[in-house]
């Protein structure tokens, strides 16, 4: 069985541009959760997505937007990039909204230059 | 609170040996405790998990120790493997706090062989 996947694997942006990430989940699972990996602050959660709702949102400013589709994949969309949005983006997948087990995809290198 | 403690920061283990890492957490609220292990250049994956009415549990070499009273878990690694050098992550959810998981800062495992 396939696991989470990302695309792309890693993306180069510049300050002021808007970035996109994608996921595809666990087939048969229907929630999405986007975590950030910066360099010495550990893993943050950002977005969850359920059935097509986000359900929860971390403390990101409102330039980090998401959307999850009707085949449960999602997109994380980063608007006016700034340097320190550097990092590594996760994407994780569980069966539903009542199950806390979280698989992560092998995450979306993001560098801002 | 939301957070999680984690110590060591970074831990050297004689191949063979006992590693052991420890998370303590404030909400008693929390009611999902999973460890995830990373290595570099790839996604956390899904360890072991524990909930707080158990107070061990084992799979293969890999066991959760938790202590409810004391609001402090640790994961130990018996018989360690230069294969298990790798960055180790507790954390801590309740999915009716949108089933984010609030992560440690990580251990960073090496195993000499």
């Known amino acids: 069985e396939a696991g989470v996947t990302q695309s792309p694997t890693h993306l180069i942006k510049t300050r002021g541009q808007q970035a996109t990430l994608r996921c595809s989940p666990i087939?048969?699972?229907?929630?999405v959760y986007w975590y950030q990996q910066a360099l010495g602050l550990g893993l943050q959660f950002l977005l969850w997505?359920?059935?097509?709702?986000?359900?929860n949102r971390g403390n990101f400013p409102p330039r980090f937007s998401g959307r999850q589709f009707p085949n449960y994949s999602s997109e994380l969309n980063v608007n006016a990039l700034e340097l320190e949005d550097s990092a590594l983006y996760l994407c994780?997948?569980?069966?539903?909204?009542?199950?806390?087990?979280?698989?992560f995809g092998p995450g979306t290198r993001l560098l801002v230059l | 609170q939301q957070q999680v403690k984690q110590s060591p920061q970074s831990l050297i283990v004689q191949k063979g040996g006992i590693s052991i890492i420890n998370c303590a957490y404030e909400?008693?609220?929390?009611?999902?405790f999973p460890w995830y292990q990373q290595f570099p250049g790839k996604g956390p994956a899904l360890l072991i998990a524990?909930?707080?009415?158990?107070s061990e549990k084992k799979e293969g070499r890999f066991t959760i120790s938790f202590n409810k009273s004391a609001k402090q878990f640790s994961l130990h690694i018996m018989d360690s493997q230069p294969g298990d050098s790798a960055t180790y992550f507790c954390?801590?959810?309740?999915?009716?706090?949108?089933?984010?998981?609030?992560f440690g800062a990580g251990t960073i495992l090496r195993v000499k062989s």
């Open positions: 997505y359920d059935e097509g709702e986000e359900r």
């Open positions: 994780a997948s569980s069966l539903g909204t009542a199950q806390e087990t979280q698989y």
């Open positions: 909400n008693t609220a929390f009611d999902y």
């Open positions: 954390a801590a959810s309740r999915w009716e706090y949108g089933n984010k998981l609030v």
């Open positions: 524990i909930r707080p009415d158990v």
């Open positions: 087939s048969g699972h229907t929630s």
